[in-house]
């Protein structure tokens, strides 16, 4: 990725990957404490002697024989490294290669445990160059290569790591006779691979490569070669229902499905379809994305000129909101020319989003108000909420969920800001971000990025509140009740608007109660029997209902049916209550394929989940039969988690 992207928001550090956390393989040799003192003992007036003649040269780019012993030196490296003194580490192993009787693959490793010390100091070039050194100097070293695509990842050189990553598992590959530990490495590469894939798309963005209809190249049949059974691996362990990577998927999309249904919708006779909310939100941000690729850049002399059509970040941010699974992107730099669009759009309308101070903010917009009146500061601010808001909804694919929730925490005070500040301001001055559909959009992303941020921090020391999700959730169904649809203008009540705004809140809102109360179940210390069956028991009946007020036809009813049946098996039901609820699972699983067969939560193990339910009610149907169940008994399944 380009400086571009991270010019659009002056917060934008944040949205950096940190790749040696998330890639960084193996642990440097260490050695004893006995041993560290011995050699410090033995050689100290010999590194005393050569420090600074060694300081200097370093600077100066030159080589300087060093007469400590190598493998005191390899040593010392590895024990600064592991202390983290990383630029210490570096230092030494800059020593080490200055001996003059090293072989190739000595010298390889070298130069790759250098690298490792660079990228802790993220100093990525540089790693990027040592780490070609290292397989330069010794090219059947996979370790140079796997060294060489995290520093790549590093600066998002994507296709570059890739080939990188490739190469390593190759020579894994080409051995006769693998170790264990070449096995495992092989593995952990693989992983690295696939969750590089995650982070080029991000878990909450479908990557669609090919998707036009043309024919795979050779390179992207290679790849896909490589990295299948890796990415079936990170995907079956992603926590939430985040979309990864999806290739050839033209015409099998949900709206794709969604689309070919429509000749037979009626949007007036009142059929409850899930192919409305994704056929509107997917429109919206199609539109949205038809002028990234309208956008042009011309450099002048006096800079970058930048031209296009406004109005993009609306439509994208509109279909995010509406439901977000219509959410994907067509081509791997999709992040860069959204940025380059929302720059573009910022300077238009002279928005907010590098100002980060909230009250600055605020007096500006007075003070614009005051003196331009609203035809100027409308798009301003809708712009600059609107970013905040993309902003947080791509910080997830880092995943930062800290940041997200702190942002979109920031967007709820604003919008709560400016309604009471200009209350009796209509919508077509003050703006639709005031109204309340979109205030409620709002605050359904946050339950969702909150949600994800607790099943991903499940820590006690977790930052994340358990009690503000329940909070959010009632304070949308409250909502909900409160500004219903028939207080609304009735032209724009389409069935995928009402859906967006009214019916799925509602729904996801008694999800998350029903989570709530699982939780309360599960974790509460000490555990009392009795009111973690209670618990567990509130928990069906809230999931059970969000569960039916989803069209039949999504994913997400026949999901968190099964999630009602879990909850209502720990509760101690019996067979004549839970079986029934088995065959609702095994029944609405074939619906929802009509127009979800393909969808980040099919990725993530939705389909095996719902089969678990479906083999385990045939067993229990063949007990029944030999007699070894009734009707009477209860049985459990194992937990499947939550998607």
Request: charged residues 25%.
């Amino acid at each position: 990725m380009d400086a571009c992207f991270q010019a659009f928001l002056s917060f934008t550090d944040s949205y950096q990957p940190n790749p040696i956390l998330l890639f960084y393989s193996g642990v440097m040799p260490s050695i004893s404490l006995i041993s560290k003192l011995k050699s410090k003992v033995k050689h100290q007036s010999e590194v005393a002697a050569c420090k600074i003649k060694v300081d200097t040269a370093e600077a100066l780019g030159v080589a300087v024989h060093d007469t400590t012993p190598l493998v005191s030196l390899k040593a010392e490296a590895s024990e600064l490294f592991k202390n983290g003194d990383s630029k210490g580490a570096k230092r030494v192993y800059t020593r080490a290669l200055a001996h003059t009787d090293l072989d190739p693959h000595e010298k390889a490793v070298l130069y790759c445990n250098r690298a490792a010390a660079e990228m802790k100091l993220r100093r990525f070039e540089d790693a990027i160059a040592d780490s070609k050194r290292s397989v330069e100097t010794d090219p059947t070293y996979s370790r140079g290569y796997e060294r060489l695509a995290t520093a790549q990842l590093g600066l998002h050189r994507y296709n570059d790591a890739y080939e990188s990553y490739g190469k390593a598992i190759a020579l894994l590959d080409a051995i006769s006779e693998p170790t264990s530990a070449d096995i495992a490495r092989k593995v952990k590469i693989e992983q690295a691979l696939a969750e590089a894939q995650r982070k080029e798309a991000g878990p909450d963005v479908l990557l669609i490569r090919n998707a036009t209809g043309s024919e795979p190249t050779s390179a992207d049949i290679a790849r896909k070669v490589k990295i299948e059974q890796a990415l079936a691996e990170a995907q079956r362990k992603e926590a939430g229902p985040d979309v990864l990577l999806i290739r050839n998927a033209t015409g099998n999309m949900p709206w794709d499905k969604a689309a070919a249904l429509r000749p037979s919708l009626n949007a007036s006779d009142g059929t409850c379809t899930s192919a409305w909310i994704i056929l509107e939100a997917h429109e919206l941000f199609s539109k949205g994305c038809e002028a990234l690729w309208e956008l042009q850049k011309t450099e002048t002399s006096e800079g970058t000129v930048i031209y296009g059509r406004l109005g993009a970040v609306a439509d994208i941010s509109d279909g995010l909101l509406r439901d977000e699974r219509a959410f994907h992107m067509t081509v791997s730099d999709w992040k860069d020319r959204y940025g380059y669009q929302a720059q573009y759009e910022a300077m238009e309308y002279n928005a907010w989003i590098n100002q980060a101070d909230e009250a600055t903010i605020m007096r500006e917009v007075r003070e614009r108000v005051a003196v331009r009146g609203w035809d100027d500061v409308r798009p301003a601010l809708d712009l600059t909420v609107r970013a905040w808001i993309m902003h947080a909804f791509l910080l997830r694919s880092i995943p930062d969920y800290n940041t997200a929730v702190h942002l979109l925490q920031k967007v709820q005070r604003f919008l709560t800001w400016g309604d009471h500040q200009w209350p009796d301001v209509p919508t077509s001055q003050r703006g639709v971000i005031f109204e309340h559909t979109f205030r409620r959009s709002v605050k359904r992303l946050y339950l969702h990025t909150l949600y994800q941020a607790i099943i991903n921090n499940p820590s006690p020391n977790s930052p994340f509140s358990l009690a503000e999700l329940k909070n959010t959730s009632a304070a949308i169904l409250e909502d909900v009740e409160q500004h219903p649809p028939e207080s609304e203008d009735k032209a724009k009540l389409t069935p995928g608007y009402i859906a967006a705004y009214w019916l799925y809140p509602t729904a996801e809102a008694m999800i998350i109660d029903g989570f709530y109360h699982m939780q309360l179940a599960l974790t509460s210390v000490p555990v009392d029997p009795v009111k973690q069956k209670a618990n567990f028991r509130l928990a069906y009946e809230k999931y059970l209902s969000g569960a039916e007020r989803f069209p039949k036809d999504d994913e997400n009813h026949a999901y968190y049916l099964k999630s009602a049946l879990e909850c209502l098996m720990e509760s101690g039901a019996t067979l004549t209550e839970t079986l029934p609820l088995m065959e609702r699972v095994r029944k609405a699983a074939p619906l929802m394929k009509n127009i979800w067969e393909t969808s980040g939560m099919s990725l993530c193990g939705r389909d095996a989940a719902l089969q678990a339910v479906i083999s385990f009610e045939e067993g229990v149907q063949m007990q029944l039969k030999e007699g070894t169940l009734t009707m009477n008994d209860s049985v459990t399944m194992p937990h499947t988690g939550n998607l």
